[in-house]
């Protein structure tokens, strides 16, 4: 059964930082593109960054500069950097997994986790 959890969520001030991971189980990673996704209350499902097989990640606009994803293929587990947060971060962010390409349509991931609350404060 395929589990992603992810954690390190929690309330920063704004300008802070938080590392989110996500930990894969029955599922390796070394082949999939991993997603990582937020959402606010009212709003759409938004994609912020995918890591391909070759540890090739791509950005965002609204994060490029600020977030780093990652991945640990010995740990099967993804990571997100995010720095300088700002109060329009503040979302539920979720972490996704698909075999084969990448993409920003969260249409196209098979799995998911529960997502980790990430709030930002003035």
């Known amino acids: 059964q395929v589990q992603l959890v992810e954690s390190g969520g929690g309330s920063v001030q704004a300008g802070g930082s938080l590392r989110l991971s996500c930990a894969a189980s029955?599922?390796?990673?070394?082949?999939?593109?991993m997603g990582w996704f937020r959402q606010a209350p009212g709003k759409e499902r938004e994609a912020l960054a995918s890591?391909?097989?070759?540890?090739?990640?791509t950005y965002a606009d609204a994060v490029k500069g600020r977030f780093t994803f990652s991945k640990d293929n010995n740990k099967n587990t993804a990571y997100l950097q995010m720095n300088t947060l700002k109060r329009e971060d503040t979302a539920m962010y979720y972490c996704?997994?698909?075999?084969?390409?990448?993409?920003?349509?969260?249409?196209?991931?098979?799995?998911w986790g529960h997502g980790t609350q990430v709030t930002v404060s003035s």
């Open positions: 029955g599922y390796t990673i070394v082949n999939a593109c």
């Open positions: 890591i391909n097989e070759y540890g090739v990640a």
């Open positions: 996704a997994a698909r075999p084969g390409y990448c993409s920003g349509d969260p249409n196209r991931y098979n799995d």
